[in-house]
């Protein structure tokens, strides 16, 4: 059995949500940092043995912005699952997390969220405890586009989790 | 005529799309997806993957705007329309990369400056944690590195004092001095770590300045000597004797200064000189500068040499750790010092440090025990005392200097006990039974058969630190003057001194 499931991928500029993407799909990463207009779409599929099911990750790839409310809501139309992505070394990325995370609630009920903070290659865990009230209680996942760390953890997990 | 612009400037750009509700392409109009016509909208890009449930609606508009789709291997961003009536629906798609293309330009500038400047926060929270993480270091570690090399001393004393071999000896005093410059390069690392994370403190105290001096000068004599160099020294008579500073770190400074001298000069001689450069009721401003007669430093390298782990030459052995002139810097800077260099390749170096020091109100003579030495008394007899462990070698000046009449020179070894008395003439010669290189029996066996009439009848005393019967018997059957154990009475000490110099007087 096939399913197509449509994966939206919000958060700031530079948080590296194009490199996670780039790294799931095709299992690369660049150090240079190149802006998104607008969105990019791919696609990859995911086998789930245990549910005999083939999942086909349509996953949209949002120019990042500093205020989720400037995004074009066309965009989350038929959405399946949001990753609002932040950079754990920034705080300018998360620190209206909560906010956004009830912007995207409230336009999209009912839609799963999962919360990833990213570039957890260049933080220590004392780090990431230390900024438990900050993101910590919030964040789902800690990944990292660069060394490749939960990131097909994190989208395979999510693909199971809308079946 | 508007229609031959309109299709000059929109022809390229302009897409439309007839679907059916199945999301099949009934009609297309230009070819920015060429030959799309029958075939499924989801054949086209993922994009019409999440469209198609739309398809299903009726009268119903969709914008999707700056879509960008890669078609073969050219990418396109467009802007489109979704209109969907009963029947079908239409999609219209513009094609505005070229604009979205000088749009990504000037954003790419924009958040590039705007995360650079996000990223000083982080880069300094990384900068105070690896702060902390040295403070912890020190803290932590500081105790737990020392111990082993303590106990390697402890054990290494306890085995000096074992009957041991010639060779074994030697292997261990192999040992014992590279546990040694272990224990210095800990002492320089820990050091350095103290200063860099702000752990290092001041502690004055009341101490004489030119007994100090004295001090330092006495324990570097003897390296020079051991290597051929003549170390000069001369003490401005307006110097202040009693200061308020930290004393530790004076010595520290000028023994890193006086043994690096001593390291780079094969010959020649090492000078310190201490001025008084200004002098108030309450501060004096000393200056002290160490010249050497060394292999000098280039020019162009003076400016690196506080640097830590700098070494100044690989043409000559060095196995220190390059910490000590980042020391020294360091140190001069937390006691709001100058320190200068000048040097000339292959003449020598000088470096020049000057500190202010509180002058102690009261200038009287403290009453406590110096450690005698040739350069500041008039003595009436001279010991030479071979003794390797420091703490009784203090235990053993402080019993004779209660006489005032006692100058001691104190060697290490039984190899430096006879080149002492090459040098110059002893009134009684005390060693420690056991002795690195040559034990005290040997050095005195060795003393009794030399052909050299000045030394040949030293009286020698012998000090055990398992005294027995049998040894002090054995001893005297060696000729050995006097035998006394350890720990001795200061008193029983001094009377066999005496004792043993009068009869030598007396013969």
Redesign the interface.
């Not at chain 2, 969709?62 to 789709?69: A, G, P, S």
């Given at each position: 059995m096939k399913i197509s499931k449509k994966i939206v991928l919000l958060g700031h500029f530079g948080v590296g949500k194009s490199s996670l993407i780039r790294r799931f799909v095709e299992n690369t990463f660049s150090e240079n940092y190149k802006v998104t207009i607008g969105v990019h779409i791919f696609k990859k599929n995911v086998e789930i043995p245990e549910k005999d099911t083939d999942v086909s990750l349509v996953i949209w790839d949002l120019e990042g912005n500093d205020d989720i409310n400037n995004t074009r809501l066309s965009y989350l139309i038929g959405t399946n699952a949001f990753i609002y992505v932040y950079d754990v070394t920034r705080p300018a990325t998360y620190e209206n997390l909560q906010a956004e995370i009830d912007f995207l609630k409230e336009k999209q009920k009912n839609t799963p969220i999962k919360v990833v903070g990213n570039k957890n290659d260049l933080v220590t865990k004392a780090f990431l405890k230390e900024n438990n009230d900050n993101f910590g209680r919030l964040t789902d996942l800690y990944v990292s586009a660069k060394t490749g760390n939960q990131v097909d953890f994190l989208f395979s997990k999510l693909a199971e989790s809308l079946l | 005529m508007l229609t031959n612009y309109n299709f000059f400037h929109k022809k390229q750009t302009n897409q439309i799309l007839l679907i059916n509700k199945q999301g099949i392409i009934i009609d297309s109009e230009s070819d920015l997806f060429i030959d799309s016509k029958g075939k499924h909208l989801s054949d086209l890009?993922?994009?019409f993957?999440?469209i198609i449930?739309?398809l299903n609606t009726t009268n119903k508009q969709?914008?999707?705007?700056?879509?960008?789709?890669t078609i073969g291997k050219n990418t396109r961003?467009v802007d489109g329309i979704l209109n969907t009536e009963d029947e079908h629906a239409v999609f219209v798609f513009q094609d505005l990369t070229e604009q979205?293309i000088l749009?990504?330009k000037v954003?790419?500038l924009r958040?590039?400056a705007?995360?650079k400047s996000?990223?000083y926060?982080?880069i300094n929270?990384l900068l105070k944690?690896k702060e902390a993480f040295k403070d912890d270091f020190i803290a932590n570690f500081t105790h737990a590195i020392r111990m082993p090399v303590n106990t390697i001393s402890g054990f290494t004393a306890l085995l000096e004092d074992s009957n041991l071999e010639q060779s074994q000896r030697y292997n261990l005093n192999i040992i014992k001095n590279t546990n040694e410059k272990l224990r210095v390069m800990i002492n320089e690392i820990l050091d350095i770590s103290k200063i860099e994370s702000g752990h290092f403190t001041i502690n004055s105290i009341r101490y004489n300045l030119l007994n100090e001096f004295d001090e330092i000068i006495s324990i570097y004599t003897k390296k020079c000597e051991k290597k051929g160099l003549k170390l000069n020294y001369k003490i401005d008579e307006k110097c202040p004797k009693y200061v308020i500073a930290d004393k530790y770190r004076l010595a520290q400074i000028a023994s890193n200064l006086i043994g690096n001298a001593i390291k780079f000069t094969e010959q020649g001689s090492i000078d310190l000189n201490v001025v008084c450069k200004t002098l108030t009721k309450d501060k004096a401003t000393i200056q002290f500068s160490i010249t050497d007669t060394g292999i000098g430093i280039e020019q162009d390298q003076l400016e690196v040499i506080y640097k830590s782990f700098y070494q100044v030459s690989n043409k000559i052995r060095n196995d220190g750790s390059g910490l000590g002139l980042a020391i020294v810097k360091e140190l001069v800077n937390a006691l709001d010092g100058t320190i200068e260099v000048n040097s000339t390749l292959g003449e020598g170096t000088t470096f020049t440090v000057t500190l202010d020091f509180e002058i102690d109100k009261n200038q009287k003579e403290d009453k406590h025990i110096t450690k005698t030495n040739k350069t500041t008394a008039n003595y009436e007899f001279k010991i030479l005392l071979a003794e390797p462990s420091k703490r009784d070698q203090a235990i053993f000046l402080e019993s004779v200097s209660k006489s005032k009449k006692f100058d001691v020179v104190i060697v290490e070894t039984g190899d430096d006990v006879v080149e002492e008395l090459h040098k110059q003439p002893f009134d009684i010669a005390i060693f420690n039974l056991k002795l690195p290189t040559m034990d005290g029996l040997d050095t005195a066996r060795y003393i009794r058969h030399s052909d050299f009439e000045n030394f040949k009848q030293i009286p020698i005393m012998i000090l055990s630190k398992h005294p027995s019967k049998e040894e002090e018997q054995y001893c005297k059957q060696r000729r050995i003057n006097s035998y006394l154990g350890k720990p001795y009475d200061k008193d029983v000490l001094l009377r066999k001194i005496k004792y043993l110099i009068k009869k030598k007087q007396a013969n």
């Open positions: - | 890009h993922p994009f993957d999440t449930p739309l969709y914008n999707f705007d700056c879509i960008n789709l961003t979205y749009y990504q954003a790419q958040n590039e705007e995360i996000q990223l926060y982080h929270y944690e």
